[in-house]
């Protein structure tokens, strides 16, 4: 559900329409060559999933398997399980406690013996430090298990966001360097055929060589770069996505540029309701309140419910007459009652926990005002970030047209015979760079606001494709 009101002007309109988008060919014209291939041998790093081959990855795809898969999920999710035990324990502190004692004694001397057994019961009934406060200080551990696990999947969605945009990226840059290369081994052609001819001297010529050679060697770089970047994205999503021969996985999404921006106090306002930050020092400081009222509580009588049971037998002594036979007897009692208990000399000792409770209280108040400042200086500092993309993206516009214009002339030349096949790929791939200019601003405007949302605690209506 939105949080944007309905009612709420944007500040600013995104400059670049969706039909920017189509223009700079985001469909079709920035498209990565793939080879799907067999799957690497090397295991995964999640070891407790079974391995997954990805022949395409979209963004919602890889979100879903950071926050879902991962280690770290699976263990603040039995961090909440433990809470949640701890708390049913605590509570199980009303139910009564039976006991039984069996004891054997031996009288060598008499070499008579005799035996006694107890059963013993108690059941809690009244205190201030018992199975009520202890529950809920169990309780609170549980939201505080519950609101650390969430802030884990934010973060982890946050990684996979951010390593999935400059992988897809590196991608795209991947088809710049692959149609410059092309370009420029054309132009290679026709060259050596002019200096074949004596119209192109040898230093030209060498020139020509040591300017592909270049850009093969900046194509072999991006790609290294790219199968790093890979490399990462497996590792946050525990996808097969490359093996020994290269990159076979291609990564879908479509930016979406048509996104307006609301002001700066609608994001700080949002990131203050929204961040779970402020959520764990406000259970931090429930939490201390709670040791407080625990620790109080110590020196204050406890009643309880006490019973015991008692029986035995015990041999009689060796008669003097051999014919007559020794007589034992038994025993047993029983008793109940109230059992109170009162800690009065550890009432310095709970006084300085209280104390040291109330402190911990306190300073939760003191970090929480410190978490709100720190993300209003965040909001505002990715907020500026994403009005600077806007501005670069609206300048860029212009060029990109301009580009789009001189392909479309170039391609109509080669029609008609009026320039060559190297012309031609050297105003695409001269077309393609501005292109691509322009969508690494698009793409770091939405980094930007994916950044943004999560400074405002994933509170914005976002759309991730």
Known sequence: MSVIPPNSPPERDFPVAKNFVRSVCLASVLSFSCMATAPRPTQLPFKETVERVAKTLSLRQ??????????????????????????????SGFLPTV???????????????????????????????????????????????ALSKDVTVQQRRAMAEDVFLQTWLKQEEHTLWE?????????????????????????????????????????????????ALISELEDITGYTLSDDNGVFCKLNWQPEVDIPLQPLSFYISTALEQRLELELNKAARERALADEKFAAGKILPTLSATGQYTFGYA???????????????????????????????????????????????????????????????????????????QKRTRALEAQLRASQEGLKLSQALNLTGMN?????????????????????????????????????????????T
């Open 62 to 91: 890889a979100i879903h398997a950071a926050t879902t898969l991962h280690p770290a999920i699976k263990s603040a999710n039995i961090s909440v399980d433990i809470s949640e035990i701890s708390e049913k324990a605590a509570w």
């Open 420 to 464: 060559t096949e190297a012309d031609l790929c050297a105003a695409d791939a001269s077309s393609y760079k501005t292109q691509f200019s322009c969508l690494s601003q698009v793409v770091n405007f939405q980094r930007s606001y994916f950044a943004l949302n999560a400074a405002c605690g994933y509170g914005l209506d976002t759309v991730t």
């Open 315 to 389: 041999p009689g002594s060796t008669p003097t007459d051999p014919t007559l036979a020794a007589e034992g007897s038994t025993k047993n009692s029983f008793f109940a009652g109230l059992q109170a208990s009162w800690n009065i000399l550890d009432a310095s000792q709970s006084k300085l926990e209280a104390e040291a409770a109330r402190a911990r209280a306190l300073k939760s108040s003191t970090d929480r005002e410190i978490s709100k400042k720190k993300i209003t200086k965040e909001v505002k500092k990715i907020h500026s970030d994403l009005k600077i993309a």
């Open 179 to 227: 149609k410059q290369f092309a370009a420029s081994s054309e132009a290679l052609k026709l060259k050596k055929r002019l200096h074949d001819t004596g119209l192109l001297t040898d230093a030209d010529y060498e020139s020509a060589i040591s300017q592909t050679a270049d850009i093969e060697t900046s194509l072999a770089s991006n790609k290294d770069e790219l199968q």
């Open 99 to 145: 006991g039984i004692t069996a004891n054997v004694y031996g009288d060598k001397t008499s070499g008579t013996s005799q035996f006694d057994t107890a059963i013993t019961g108690n059941q809690y009934l009244i205190g201030f430090a018992g199975p009520r406060q202890k529950a809920a200080q169990a309780n609170i551990d549980t939201k505080i298990a």
